[in-house]
């Protein structure tokens, strides 16, 4: 891997508030491999991509974003904690996640794909999912994943929270009926 990639990566965990240097103390190549991995997007045709990254990040995410309703909203419903919950591991909120922590600037995509403007939306969100399954492979640990999500939860959990059917065009409909 050059070193430019490697600064990307690098770059890209600081910026998620986790230490390179602790992170990649150990097996640095395997690590450094396995967010490369997460930081490719199928469009750049390689042999190892984001996919099977952003499939352990999904689940990673969903118990993260569990754990976060239940510690700070214990008195919501079951079905009120589900709405939040999609709404707060949805691809609209993985993708803003991913513009703030400038996630394009260390993926690897091929040209075509960066012309796509609709797409644009949807390589962040992957590559802020595949990221999230990168970061636990590699800390075996929820807690870390939890610290860096936690402040943009907050937001939108308020958000959310204040008008419930603003985020849900379906739920809104429905209840007005």
Same mark, same amino acid.
């Given at each position: 891997? #050059? *070193?430019? &990639?490697?600064?990307?990566?690098? #770059?890209? +965990?600081?910026?998620? &508030?986790?230490? *390179?240097?602790? +992170?990649l103390i150990k097996k640095t190549n395997d690590k450094l491999q396995l967010f490369n991995e997460a930081l490719t997007h199928t469009s750049a045709q390689s042999k190892?991509? @984001?996919? &099977?990254? /952003?499939?352990?990040?999904? =689940?990673?995410l969903r118990l993260a974003a569990s754990e976060y309703i239940q510690i700070h909203f214990p008195k919501l419903k079951v079905g009120d904690r589900s709405a939040l919950r999609a709404q707060l591991v949805s691809d609209e909120w993985l993708a803003k996640v991913g513009y %703030?922590? %400038?996630i394009k600037d260390a993926m690897l995509i091929a040209p075509k794909a960066l012309k796509d403007a609709a797409a644009?939306?949807?390589? !962040?969100? /992957?590559?802020? $999912?595949?990221?999230?399954?990168?970061?636990? /492979? !590699?800390?075996?640990s929820i807690r870390s994943i939890q610290d860096w999500l936690e402040p943009y939860w907050e937001l939108e959990s %308020? $958000?959310? +929270? =204040?008008d *419930? @059917? %603003?985020?849900?065009?379906? #739920?809104?409909?429905?209840?007005w009926s």
């Open positions: 891997m #050059s *070193p430019k &990639r490697i600064n990307q990566i690098k #770059s890209l +965990l600081i910026r998620v &508030r986790i230490d *390179p240097t602790k +992170l190892y991509n @984001h996919e &099977r990254l /952003e499939f352990h990040g999904d =689940a990673v %703030k922590i %400038k644009t939306e949807t390589i !962040c969100a /992957e590559g802020t $999912e595949a990221l999230i399954g990168a970061l636990y /492979e !590699c800390l075996d %308020k $958000e959310i +929270l =204040a *419930p @059917h %603003k985020q849900n065009a379906k #739920s809104a409909l429905q209840e």
